[in-house]
C-alpha cells in the first residue's frame, strides 16, 4: 500500500504504482478520486465486503486495464439471509469517542429476493515525527551545527456507505439483477512541520527555522448502477447482458 500514517488507501501489485493496480467492485470498473485510474479502497467498509480477489493476469470476460494485477472486491448480497443484523461501536482517542455503525437487511421468496446495507464509521489516523542530524567532524567529535525537524501529521475522516441489490426470478432459470453502491467522503488533514538549524562556527549562536501549516479539506462522492440479466442454454451453460453507470 502506497500509504503514510497508518492508512492502507491505494494497493498496488508488483511493486509498481497503485495506478496501475485495477480495482473492481464486483467485476465492475468504479471511477477513482483522480484521472489515474487509482481508487482509495480504504472508504470501502470491510462489513459491505464478501471477499477480495487477486487477479495476477486477466481473463477473458474481463477488463485488463491493471499492468500490475486486478483487485476484484467481492460486496455481501443481503439477499443471501432472510432478517437483518445490526452493530454498534466506537473508540475513544484524545479526549472524543469516533462511532461507527452497520445495518444490513435482506428477504427472499421464490420470486425476488433484496437486501440493502448501510455502514457510518469516523476515522482517526495520526503521525508524529521528530528528528535531529548532527555532522561528524574529522576526529570523531559532533560539528557545531545541527538540524531538527518536527512534523505531525494528522487525517481525520468520516465515511458513508450504502448498497443495495434486488434481483427478479423469471421461468426458465433467467434473472434479472440489480445492483447499486454509494460512498461518501469527508476527510480533512492537517500537516504541520518546522525545521530548525543552528550553527556555531565562530563562537557565536546563529539560528535559522522554517514553519509550514497545511490543511487539505475535500468531500468524494462515488456511486455506482448495475444491471445483468442472464439466462441459461443448452449443455448447462448460460449468456450474460449487463450495464452500468458509475
Known amino acids: 500500500f502506497a500509504d503514510d500514517i497508518g492508512e492502507y488507501a491505494a494497493p498496488s501489485l508488483r511493486g509498481i504504482g497503485s495506478e496501475y493496480t485495477q480495482v473492481l467492485i464486483n467485476g465492475r ?5 483522480g484521472n489515474d485510474n487509482s481508487v482509495l479502497v480504504d472508504r470501502i467498509p470491510a462489513e459491505l465486503v464478501e471477499r477480495v480477489e487477486i487477479i ?29 443484523i445490526y452493530r454498534l461501536g466506537g473508540y475513544h482517542i484524545d479526549g472524543e469517542t469516533r462511532p461507527s455503525a452497520f445495518v ?7 420470486v425476488v429476493q433484496w437486501g440493502t446495507s ?3 464509521q469516523e476515522r482517526f489516523n495520526r503521525k508524529q515525527v521528530f528528528a535531529v542530524s548532527r555532522a561528524q567532524d574529522g576526529e570523531g567529535a559532533p560539528e557545531p551545527a545541527f ?3 518536527i512534523e505531525p501529521d494528522e487525517r481525520d475522516t ?6 443495495g441489490d434486488l434481483a427478479f426470478k423469471f421461468g426458465g432459470g433467467q434473472e434479472l439483477a440489480f445492483n447499486a453502491l454509494y460512498v461518501d467522503t469527508e476527510r480533512v488533514e492537517k500537516e504541520f512541520e518546522r525545521a530548525f538549524e543552528a ?22 462522492q462515488n456511486w455506482m448502477l448495475a ?16 450495464a452500468s453507470y458509475d
Open 29 to 33: 470498473r468504479i471511477s477513482g478520486s
Open 56 to 84: 495476477r493476469s486477466p481473463t477473458s470476460d474481463m477488463d485488463s486495464q491493471g499492468i500490475g494485477g486486478t483487485l476484484n472486491i467481492i460486496l455481501k448480497e443481503g439477499a443471501e439471509f432472510n432478517g437483518g
Open 227 to 242: 444491471a445483468t440479466f442472464t439466462a441459461p442454454t443448452d449443455g448447462g451453460h448460460s449468456w450474460e447482458l449487463s
Open 199 to 220: 550553527e556555531d562556527d565562530d563562537g557565536e549562536l546563529e539560528t535559522s527555522a522554517e514553519q509550514t501549516n497545511q490543511t487539505d479539506a475535500f468531500e468524494e
Open 147 to 149: 538540524e531538527t525537524t
Open 104 to 110: 444490513s437487511y435482506g428477504h427472499t421468496t421464490d
Open 158 to 163: 468520516t465515511d458513508i456507505a450504502w448498497t
Open 118 to 120: 448501510l455502514n457510518y
